[in-house]
């Protein structure tokens, strides 16, 4: 019975652990099925890593029929990190890379039988043969080309063409690129002669390899050589009354000669790259190859920037010291070549993955970054040739007018030389110590024009920096990239309206106060002022380019989708919560309205408000500026004016009193300044300020000690002070010449007979005192009483 059991038991057992083993078998059969599941929807949906735990489940294998952004699991990570990814690339750049070089003896296998297949005789050194004497025939061209077509035809279009001094791009741009034709026509010379002379020796080829062959030589050679004529364009070495850079010449033959054999390198390197790719040769060859001159090119960039980096750090701040330049200019000159140089390993770096990973290479970013220096270059030098040859096409005609009016003023001038010359001897350092008005830098549509022609090769050399980096560049087509660059256009024209509006106004201010020449500081005061539009223009220039600014302001909100028309409201409120919060604010601004309009003073001119009189120096919307003839400034509300009183309109009569001794002869008097006035409106300094001569008014007042004869005379406001200073000057001296006198203040003071000599020192002191006291009296008399004018 137990044996029965035992056998029982085990087979029991025996059946467990068959079923047990099926069970696992199926069980790892469907792991498998699953984990490759899993791994192929990873793939397709771009995962990288899939995590599975202990019990055998898939954590973030996405679920079948989707992907993870359509069945996001809570907790598990939809897509792994920008590092995951990075350290992912890396690490199958390494296994890529090492399984290459791994394989790369077998592909130096693989390229030599490719080459004996495709070459004409079977052997490799067949290429090097057509490398060798495509490059003879090329140098040889070469030579003769400079010999022939340089010296015997070209030349003398060259020679003829250039200048001793030529300015500016209208005259410098039209030779460079006339030399730089030149030069391109002797590199195709150079061409047809190697061509010619290859086929006169060993005839038409025949295969296609080494046509193929011939042809990457000669694309070479006709690039590097058009590259070099280009820089040759840019730096001009050898001429540098052409240059336009701020470069010595030793530091543009230098830069030169880096440029021109780094361009032939590269250009070499990656032609000689592309031909092997291209041949079908083995790829592990065509990355190492052009990999290894990638890098060579590289440090020899890299080298080039070190050597000529001060060079043309002086050449962006055009010559001038830092501490003369703007900051952004500063910034331009010290970090271009840091920046460059990272640009450049990085853009190396960025060609090894592409080529190790077998990613598709497209420019190569070093020619890249000089395919968009070359862009900038020849865009902002073609808009400056415009721009000079527009603006000076409108100054042709000043030379000629200017030596016309220079002729009709040739009297005018030599009459005036000799006073001008001992004006200059008097004081020459004057003209030096007035200060300059500050320029803007945007002073002058010109300006304005060179500035925009900078920022179009801006942004001409920004896209086309993008298409070198991403070709395609689909993103530009995106709602948020078409935003940004209708903000930009948005911006970039408001720029131009802002600027075209300020320098209009400007130019109108400038013209209008172009023929009023300034007071000097310190004088009398009371010359003629600026016009109404000169006076005026200033307070609409700050409205009008606000208005500017609040439409490209509110034209941007509405390109951004913002609703403007609680703005509207707000400031409708604002405004008259000001209104009713600043009633003198108001009175001000509208009592200053009604002035301008009325024209009752203008920039420049002297005028007394009762207290304070002065200069008209700064009007602004509520108040304006009293420059007193003393040096105070004084700032007056225009609310606050009740009376005004304008000393520099139309005409100014001045009145001067002279005393003279009882025994002058009137007549005489009056017929010798009648004399006078004539021969001061004949005065070549004075003459021409007169409106109205010196005459004698006769005797107009008897004193106790003298006769008061008052002459008058009537000049243009401002100048009544120089001749009145003349008029004293030349009455002087004529009265001594003919014996008149001028009567000294007397005053008589009487004392009692009895006390004549016994007046006591006090008595002396207050008689002094009484003749001090008359005095006073007759000199305020004299200046027009207490309140008259003290200038």
């Known amino acids: 019975m137990q044996h029965y059991f035992f056998r029982f038991l085990l087979c029991l057992l025996l059946g467990i652990g068959l079923t047990a083993h099926t069970s696992a078998q199926e069980s790892d059969a469907g792991g498998t099925e699953a984990l490759s599941r899993a791994i192929e929807q990873a793939a397709e949906s771009g995962v990288n890593v899939v995590v599975v735990d202990s019990s055998g489940r898939f954590l973030n294998a996405p679920p079948e029929g989707g992907t993870p952004e359509d069945h996001s699991a809570p907790g598990a990570m939809e897509q792994p990190s920008a590092l995951m990814k990075a350290q992912s690339k890396v690490a199958a750049f390494r296994a890529e ?95 047809i002669f190697a061509a010619l002379i290859s086929y006169l020796i060993f005839g038409a080829s025949g295969d296609p390899s080494i046509e193929f062959t011939v042809t990457a030589i000669y694309t070479a050679y006709f690039l590097a050589r058009t590259v070099s004529d280009l820089w040759r364009m840019v730096l001009s070495p050898y001429l540098a009354q052409y240059r336009i850079p701020v470069f010595s010449d030793r530091d543009a033959k230098r830069l030169y000669i880096w440029a021109s054999l780094l361009a032939t390198y590269d250009i070499s390197s990656t032609l000689f790259a592309t031909w092997v790719g291209d041949f079908g040769l083995n790829y592990n060859v065509y990355a190492l190859v052009y990999g290894v001159l990638a890098l060579a090119a590289t440090l020899g960039n890299l080298l080039m920037v070190l050597v000529n980096g001060r060079a043309i750090s002086n050449a962006i701040r055009a010559g001038r010291l830092p501490e003369d330049c703007s900051w952004l200019v500063r910034v331009l000159a010290v970090a271009w070549a840091p920046v460059l140089m990272v640009y450049m390993a990085f853009g190396w770096l960025k060609l090894a993955f592409d080529l190790v990973l077998e990613h598709e290479v497209s420019i190569p970013l070093m020619a ?88 179009l090769a801006f942004v001409v050399g920004a896209y086309s920096l993008v298409i070198v980096w991403n070709p395609d560049a689909s993103w530009l087509r995106t709602t948020a990239a078409e935003r940004v660059v209708d903000v930009t256009v948005i911006l970039f024209i408001g720029y131009i309206v802002y600027h075209l ?27 003629g002022g600026a016009s109404r539009l000169a006076t005026l223009l200033p307070l609409f220039r700050g409205a ?24 509207f409201a707000g400031a409708g409120v604002v405004g008259l919560a000001v209104g009713f919060g600043s009633q003198t604010l108001v009175r001000d601004i509208f009592s200053g309205a009604f002035f301008l309009i009325d024209d009752a003073f203008r920039k420049g001119e002297y005028i007394d408000i009762g207290d304070v009189k002065g200069t008209v120096e700064k009007i602004s919307v509520r108040s304006f500026q009293l420059r007193h003839h003393l040096g105070a400034l004084h700032t007056i509300p225009f609310g606050e004016i009740k009376v005004l ?41 004075v003459g021409h300020t007169f409106i109205q001569p010196l005459k004698s008014q006769g005797v107009i007042e008897m004193q106790d000690s003298a006769m008061i004869i008052r002459v008058k005379f009537m000049t243009k406001p401002g100048d009544q002070w120089i001749v009145r200073k003349r008029v004293y000057q030349e009455i002087r001296e004529l009265f001594a010449r003919e014996g008149v006198k001028f009567a000294h203040r007397e005053v008589t003071v009487r004392l009692a007979p009895d006390q004549a000599d016994e007046a006591t020192p006090k008595q002396k002191e207050a008689a002094l005192g009484a003749v001090q006291a008359a005095i006073d009296e007759d000199v305020l008399e004299d200046m027009g009483g207490p309140d008259g004018d003290d200038r």
């Open 97 to 191: 890379l090492s399984s290459r070089l791994e394989a790369l003896p077998y592909s130096v296998f693989e390229m030599q039988y490719i080459l004996r297949q495709t070459s004409p005789d079977g052997r490799i050194m067949t290429y090097v043969e057509v490398l060798g004497w495509s490059v003879l025939f090329l140098l040889v061209g070469r030579w003769l080309s400079v010999e022939i077509y340089g010296k015997r035809f070209a030349k003398k279009f060259v020679v003829s063409r250039i200048r001793e001094t030529p300015e500016g791009y209208q005259e410098k741009m039209p030779f460079l690129v006339f030399r730089f034709l030149m030069g391109i026509g002797a590199t195709i010379f150079a061409m």
């Open 368 to 455: 890249g970054s000089y395919f968009v220096l070359t862009t900038i270059l020849v865009v902002y030098g073609a808009i400056n040739y415009v721009i000079e040859r527009y603006f000076r096409r409108g100054l042709t005609l000043k030379p000629a007018i200017d030596e016309s009016f220079a002729r009709d003023e040739d009297g005018v001038s030599s009459e005036h030389g000799n006073e001008q010359e001992e004006s200059a001897d008097e004081d020459p350092g004057d003209e030096a110590d007035v200060p300059l008005k500050p320029r803007h830098p945007i002073a002058t549509y010109e300006d304005l024009a060179r500035r925009v022609a900078g920022i």
């Open 501 to 527: 509006f300020r320098i209009w106004i400007d130019s109108k201010i400038d013209e209008e106060v172009g023929d009023v020449s300034e007071a000097e500081l310190g004088d009398e005061g009371g010359a």
């Open 645 to 685: 009183t304008n000393y520099s309109r139309d005409w100014v009569m001045m009145k001067l009193p002279l005393r003279v001794t009882y025994d002058t002869d009137v007549e005489k008097v009056r017929k010798l300044i009648k004399k006078l006035g004539q021969k001061l409106m004949d005065d070549p300094v």
């Open 544 to 567: 009008i380019l606000a208005v500017v600014l609040v439409s490209i302001v509110l034209i941007l909100l509405l390109e951004l989708g913002i609703n403007v028309s609680p703005l």
